[in-house]
């Protein structure tokens, strides 16, 4: 298992112990069980039940199979006090996941971003963020704490563009 992001680890120490987590599009729970490892109440979410499964039985995580793209989305508004999004970009939902925020909640986003092809996959632009996306994304709904973008070489080269905020709105409701 692949230890949890760089990123995720620096900002996630800003989480109050005991809040409310959603680890979004969790994969193998890498993040889910580094955050429930500080005493936070950790929602895995993801579409694949075989990688959800192995998170059965560690506490303070709870898991949801779902589909994140289609369907009905699993949640309402102002759920957590915390959104953790790590290699998982899906456009469509973008405003959807800020709403998933309460007032004050912390925003941890971390995918790729254009230039990656090079580096192998993810390469289809479906998949990658333009130059300043998040950034731009955020400045609508929140207050950034801190923003990279750019060229990474650990834990493999790749182009990666990053985010850590603080809702600081109130959204309108989403249909």
Request: glycine share 10%.
């Amino acid at each position: 298992m692949q230890d949890a992001s760089d990123w995720v680890v620096r900002f996630g120490a800003l989480i109050p112990r005991g809040a409310d987590v959603l680890d979004l599009a969790c994969g193998g729970g890498r993040h889910a069980r580094w955050l429930a490892g500080r005493d936070l109440n950790v929602l895995a979410a993801d579409r694949d039940a075989a990688a959800l499964a192995t998170l059965d039985g560690q506490p303070r995580i709870r898991t949801l199979c779902a589909d994140l793209e289609g369907g009905d989305w699993p949640w309402g508004e102002a759920c957590f006090d915390a959104v953790v999004v790590t290699r998982y970009l899906f456009r469509p939902r973008l405003d959807r996941v800020a709403a998933l925020l309460k007032p004050g909640g912390l925003l941890i986003y971390e995918t790729f971003m254009d230039g990656n092809a090079r580096f192998g996959k993810p390469s289809n632009p479906d998949f990658l963020l333009r130059p300043h996306e998040l950034l731009d994304w955020v400045r609508g709904w929140g207050s950034v704490i801190a923003f990279e973008q750019g060229e990474i070489a650990r834990p493999a080269p790749a182009m990666i563009q990053r985010i850590c905020a603080v809702r600081s709105d109130v959204l309108p409701v989403l249909n």
